[in-house]
């Protein structure tokens, strides 16, 4: 099993809703990623947890909360999101958090903000 | 800050034609990328180099990574519909510690015309 599942594929959130995005790898890999992309963008990363703890943190504001319950699972956490939070999210796995290895990417999860 | 440079932006090809999209960095690289990703979806990994003067070969799709391990191509032998997408490079940028992040250069968008 090579894939990174994310969950789900589209969403559509109000700016007062709560909401999860989810993302599931069963490669043994031990660090998973959030990146955020926006239309015609590269992506851009926002979380990296490396064993299971938060280790990079790109500033991102506070109304996305990542969340890794276990090495197997990733959750991105939203809660009063703007309109401009409005892009496709993007859950990737690798190895290691040490770099130069593969990453396997998910296939994302179209979020709008209305 | 180090950033990676890609080049072309945006590229046309007829069907059949050979092409070359580069990616340029103003550091040394410790491992850089190359992915694929249709509009909307999740990126596909072609090729991982991390030594000077490697080159990786996959099908009808090349990578070469320079000596000084700052600049590499990948070069596209008789394009065809299916090749066309969005061409990221990605590197590990290190923390200072013993964390790493893939980064992006801001893509290349090919379109091959049958």
């Known amino acids: 099993d090579t894939e990174v599942t994310q969950t789900p594929k589209h969403l559509v959130m109000g700016m007062t809703n709560k909401k999860s995005l989810k993302c599931e790898q069963h490669?043994?890999?031990?660090?998973m990623y959030w990146y955020k992309q926006k239309a015609k963008k590269p992506p851009e990363l926002m979380f990296v947890?490396?064993?299971?703890?938060?280790?990079i943190n790109e500033s991102v504001p506070s109304r996305f909360s990542p969340e890794c319950p276990n090495s197997s699972l990733l959750n991105l956490h939203l809660h009063a999101l703007q309109p401009e939070d409005s892009a496709l999210y993007l859950c990737?796995?690798?190895?290691?958090?040490?770099?130069?290895?593969?990453?396997?990417f998910g296939q994302g999860t179209r979020l709008t903000v209305v | 800050s180090q950033e990676l440079e890609q080049s072309p932006q945006s590229l046309i090809v007829q069907e059949g034609k050979n092409l070359t999209i580069n990616c340029t960095s103003s550091k040394t690289l410790y491992g850089l990328y190359w992915y694929k990703q249709k509009y909307g979806e999740g990126l596909i990994f072609l090729m991982m180099?991390?030594?000077?003067?490697e080159e990786k070969s996959h099908e009808k799709i090349t990578a070469k990574l320079d000596e000084k391990k700052q600049q590499s191509s990948l070069h596209i032998t008789a394009s065809q519909p299916s090749h066309a997408g969005i061409y990221l490079c990605g590197a590990d940028i290190g923390d200072g510690g013993s964390n790493y992040k893939l980064t992006f250069g801001k893509g290349t968008l090919l379109t091959v015309n049958p």
């Open positions: 180099l991390q030594k000077g003067g």
């Open positions: 947890y490396s064993y299971e703890k938060l280790s």
């Open positions: 490669m043994g890999h031990r660090a």
């Open positions: 990737a796995s690798t190895l290691t958090g040490t770099g130069a290895t593969e990453a396997f």
